[in-house]
């Protein structure tokens, strides 16, 4: 593994460096993003539960993705390197082209959901898919985070002193500020059996419901009709007269 060092004169970062960090830090979740949708078969257990868990928080890294890419454009543009995004075309723009409906699945469903008291289920996930015309399946999803954790990777070999720089700006500043920032605390509890400390957890929530006479279980319920009827009304197949 090749060494890099950097000289560092300030701890005060500049812009670009502060941008730079940003793509760093999802720079990694799109890589463990791209290879963990690769690795999970269509036909396993549960598989659609774990990837759909996934593919909403490919959403939200990919808004972040395209925020972060905003700012180091006007970063570029202002050293005169457009010529670096422009040779980066190919990478972004698949995901740019797609920014109106991952900026509204992630505003209304993954990140927030339904906050806005006025416009709750205005429309529903399948009227925002149906409307943006989004092309967001496995494969649309595995591409973009490919071409994102690409993009950075290029970003960052062609900026690599602002790259690391930034890195190690960002740790020597938490260590000037406070040393015992990387020192373990010892007055913070964490839990050490999770699953003893959760059926406890259950079990006084349960025994609060008891006592306030309210149902201590789950629903058992397995089914759950749509409408007050089961059947639904006829469709007309000739126009009325």
Known sequence: MNEFKVKVDSLEMTQLEK???????????????????????????????????????????????????????????????????????????????????????????????????????????????????????WNDILYYTGCAWHYSRLIQGNFESEWFTAQSKYTLTNITKDIGIIFPRDDIKHIQDVDLELKNSVNLAKENLKKNNLKCEGSSIEKVSFSYTEDLPERKTTPET
């Open 19 to 137: 941008d730079l960090y940003r793509l760093a830090m999802i720079e990694g979740r799109f890589y463990f993003l791209h290879i963990m949708l690769k690795q999970i078969p269509k036909d396993e257990k549960h598989g659609y539960s774990f990837k759909s868990l996934l593919r909403e928080h490919a959403v939200i890294q990919l808004h972040n993705f395209l925020k972060i890419r905003d700012s180091i454009r006007g970063d570029l543009r202002q050293l005169g390197k457009e010529n670096v995004d422009e040779s980066l075309k190919p990478l972004w723009q698949p995901i740019h082209g797609q920014r109106e409906a991952i900026k509204e699945f992630r505003n209304q469903y993954y990140a927030h959901i339904q906050e806005d008291k006025e416009t709750q289920f205005n429309k529903t996930i399948e009227q925002i898919l149906y409307d943006s015309k989004f092309s967001g399946s």
